[in-house]
DNA sequence: CAGTGGTCTAGACCACGGG
DNA sequence: CCGTGGTCTAGACCACTGC
């Protein structure tokens, strides 16, 4: 995959902070040094400087320079879309997923609202169990259009469907919406999950679009309430 | 306030969009026609193009051109920092605030580590319920260092604090972490909150930054589980 | 093929902070 | 005052889309 320059000085000073070479709360060298440096325009520099603060490894500040914040201290931003294999492998924990249903059909009214689909379009269906360290702790259920989605294996869903999407399918997913509320468990949440005593699950209802702003996906990610931990790391946004 | 040329061109854009001058799924002339009509450059229109982008008003497609959204389709992105006045305005709701606690102390040893302080700091610690059509949803506790905010009163937390800070004070808040978990309720819900049965509260854990990095408020949000909503809009960034 | 958005450049002026 | 980051310009080339 070809680089941008932005990209690269991103990675090169990212790896910078990371390893030390730059401490935190120290400053980066000035955007017009910077610019001498990797032989490149102050604007390119710019872009590389607006993704580190993106991503929280620095923040600028107005005619003083670039601090390189401390990482420890905001833990790393898990905020955005993050499948779980990511967050298993990141939690560096043994996890794994027992998957319960996979199969093409006409949904329900519901589900066809939120997918915005006509009467007769078929959706694959997929409800699959998370276990980490030997409890099962979180239930997805998941709903993708049979159109933008042809074959779905079972293998592919014990992985990542996300990974599945962008890179075998060649999907780029673009932007998500994500909802957070508390509900009631359901008679799946008690049939496939360990919920001891808890009555309730913390619900992500998760919106998946593509670049060209087709929705591709509905997920529905139910946890059981001691377990569940949402990270979001704002900035806050001019005007 | 001065704005810049790219935010007045995001005003105007934004407003077009939003009073039906361009129609969702129709596409924005092109960067080079924006820049002309707009007697600037193309870089300019950019910026205000991706401000748009990131407000989920426009998705913006390579050699195609920029998309407008559907914003009933998402609802309004209430994603990021949002201050509960801001919040019960926008749901339309008859509000109030219980001011339960308002004092100058030296913090517990937790929140002095939240905070970041050194061992004789005082901080403000104010306890706030918040009412929602009669019903007691919401326990706020807020931490702010006296060092940073000096002054504070009944009023003022009856009110809203972020306006106290940004505007009275001139502080910038520039960026927040938030977590957010599930508790069992402590003393203070019991007592504070209409709990009903409900024996455990969504904790918001929000951590703000102002724009030189420092650390000027540590605050604990605790919701009944059943009013707990929270929205998340998020874009998937390059690399 | 022409038109699009994505990247990049080499300048410029500005407001602001600190010495 | 000088150096900083923030904004802005008028060009340029590229890869990609759709016709």
Redesign the pocket.
Known sequence: M?Q?????IYNELSSSIQDGTYKPNS???????LADAF??????I??A?NLLSQNGLIQ???????VVLDLNRYEFPVSGLVSFKELSEKMNRSSRTIVHQLEKKIPCKWVREQLDLSDDSLVWHVVRAREIDGERIILDRDYFPVDYVPELTKSICENSIYDYLENDMGLTVSYAKKEIVVEEADEDDLLYLDLNEYKHVVVVRNYVYLNDTTLIEYTESRHRLDKFRFVDFARRE?Q
Chains 1, 2 share one sequence.
């Open positions: 070809k941008t320059k932005y990209q690269q400053k980066l060298p000035s955007e017009h040094e032989g490149t325009s102050r604007e390119t710019r872009k400087l600028k500040i107005k005619a003083r320079g670039s001019k």
